[in-house]
């Protein structure tokens, strides 16, 4: 039995199929066209037709489960027949500003939702346009593109009905939303990987999948990319270490401190919180080429800490562990030595990774045992060992860290639910 999970992240799409030992089968994946935004929903429709050709058709007639994660944020309004009637909105699409005053209003004090990328604050915007009187049904990437592969349209998941105001708590909807004029275009929301239905006729035939072949609900990219690590018991966490710093910690206990940029998803009975910096690798090619950057971190002498004391950021400006909008950069003094100066920057950054943990578990999360890291700076030997100095926990690798490997084995556990 093969089970398939699907991503659809910022710039493409992923396929992956896992067998019933985890061991990936086939991989395949494709770019979105650079700089084309219009009629979005076709091209993602077409990538999804793309990835599914791709695979091996033996590969295909024995895929027995199906999941799909896309960006979080990224909506679509849809009519009575799961077609969009507008273009969809992105996750970084800011246009949600010209009603965020109105939403404050809504949503109670400092509440996730209170943002201008939030899914909330995008459907508000859509309610002021004359053609939403056709809508019937609000959606995620994640959903609609389920519902192409199953046709049960209004479906979603509680990771990504988040940021649409969902209680992941209390698993409903709150009543300040249930209140608003548009509720009756709400997903009904099901846990992620929760079987929804085969694969339609249509569907069946054409990518030549087993008629039994089990769609179910998705999640978000950076969940699937969590899922991917393989962690699974509380204190055990991950670093993502791309351009920007992401930590996330699973917990037995629900963080929140909306003003400081921390929320929780749940996880079946668990809890994964975290938050982001604006510091990370973005800082460090500022400075240096992938070169110099491997070519210098060898050089460093792990046993002797720099006497420098960086808050390294590109520009002024800070979310999480310290949420200041002014916090400006510290990176003085620089010494001539290139050595020096990057060890600078790569304990400012652990120091960083550092506060931020210990800030989740003073809000109450699970304490610390176990850091996984995932993104560019993971492959960084000399970064990792400086970080396990601050951290004093084991640091290691995530196991996996393609997001469409998460999102397989959501759909291999949706076969024993």
């Not at 027995?64 to 699409?93: F, K, R």
């Not at 915007?125 to 994640?142: C, V």
């Not at 939303?177 to 929804?196: A, D, E």
């Not at 006497?307 to 590109?314: E, V």
Request: hydrophobic share 35%; glycine share 8%.
């Amino acid at each position: 039995m093969f089970y398939l999970g699907i991503d659809f992240g910022t710039s493409g799409a992923r396929a992956i199929i896992i067998d019933s030992e985890l061991t990936i089968i086939q991989e395949v994946n494709c770019r979105f066209q650079s700089g084309k935004n219009d009629n979005l929903a076709q091209q993602w429709k077409n990538n999804l037709n793309y990835l599914l050709s791709q695979l091996s058709v033996g590969i295909r007639q024995k895929i027995n489960g199906i999941a799909i994660n896309g960006t979080s944020g990224t909506v679509l309004l849809c009519d009575s027949q799961g077609n969009p009637i507008d273009e969809p909105i992105l996750y970084n699409d800011k246009r949600g500003i010209e009603i965020l005053d109105s939403l404050k209003k809504i949503a109670p004090p400092n509440h996730l939702t209170c943002s201008v990328t939030s899914s909330l604050a995008k459907l508000l915007w859509w309610s002021k346009k004359p053609f939403f009187e056709d809508a019937s049904y609000f959606l995620h990437q994640a959903d609609w593109l389920g519902f192409l592969l199953h046709g049960k349209s209004g479906i979603s998941d509680y990771h990504n009905a988040l940021k649409l105001g969902y209680d992941v708590e209390s698993l409903c909807y709150p009543d300040w939303l249930k209140q608003l004029p548009c509720n009756h275009l709400f997903p009904k929301i099901l846990p992620p990987g929760t079987p929804v239905a085969t694969v339609t006729s249509a569907i069946s035939e054409k990518f030549n999948l087993p008629q039994d072949c089990i769609v179910c609900t998705g999640t978000t990219d950076s969940i699937a990319a969590f899922l991917a690590s393989g962690v699974k018991q509380p204190g055990e966490a991950v670093t993502s270490l791309g351009s920007t710093l992401v930590l996330k910690l699973l917990s037995e206990t629900r963080i929140e401190d909306y003003s400081s940029g921390i929320y929780s998803h749940r996880l079946g009975n668990l809890w994964l919180t975290g938050g982001a910096s604006n510091t990370g690798g973005a800082i460090l090619k500022h400075f240096f080429d992938n070169d110099e950057l491997q070519q210098l971190s060898n050089k460093i002498d792990i046993n002797i800490k720099s006497n420098l004391d960086y808050y390294p950021l590109l520009k002024p400006g800070e979310r999480f562990p310290i949420n200041n909008p002014q916090l400006p950069p510290k990176l003085e003094p620089k010494p001539d030595n290139q050595i020096e100066f990057l060890q600078g920057l790569l304990e400012g950054i652990a120091k960083i990774e550092t506060l931020g943990y210990q800030k989740l578990q003073q809000l109450g999360s699970s304490p610390l045992t176990q850091v996984y890291t995932a993104g560019g700076g993971a492959k960084n030997e000399t970064w990792r060992k400086i970080r396990e100095r601050y951290l004093q926990v084991p640091v290691s690798l995530s196991r996996q860290t393609e997001a469409a490997y998460g999102t397989a084995l959501l759909a291999k556990e949706s076969q024993i639910r």
